[in-house]
């Protein structure tokens, strides 16, 4: 009887010990939560207005592919004929 009751509390000792958490990841407090927190949403309106800045460059340059390449708009200038370099006399 004694050694079943030595055994079952070691058992039990080995399932307390075996539960606890690993040092230094016992939790986070609620300070860093809260951090956390305002990092995250400060990062959710941060994506919000690059989205809508990208939105908007989008929009400026499909407007300027209509404009300037797709419908007969300006073409770009010719380069200039090459000319012929002078004569050098050797004397």
Request: net charge positive; proline share 9%.
């Amino acid at each position: 009887m004694r050694t079943i009751a030595i055994m079952l509390v070691a058992a039990i000792a080995l399932v307390v010990i075996g539960c606890q958490p690993p040092e230094g990841m016992g939790g986070v407090s609620q300070e860093q939560f809260d951090t956390l927190k305002a990092q995250v949403e400060t990062l959710q309106t941060d994506l919000g207005n690059l989205q809508t800045a990208l939105d908007s460059l989008t929009t400026l340059y499909n407007d300027h592919i209509e404009k300037f390449h797709k419908k007969g708009g300006t073409t770009a200038p010719k380069p200039p004929a090459p000319s012929k370099p002078p004569k050098v006399k050797i004397k």
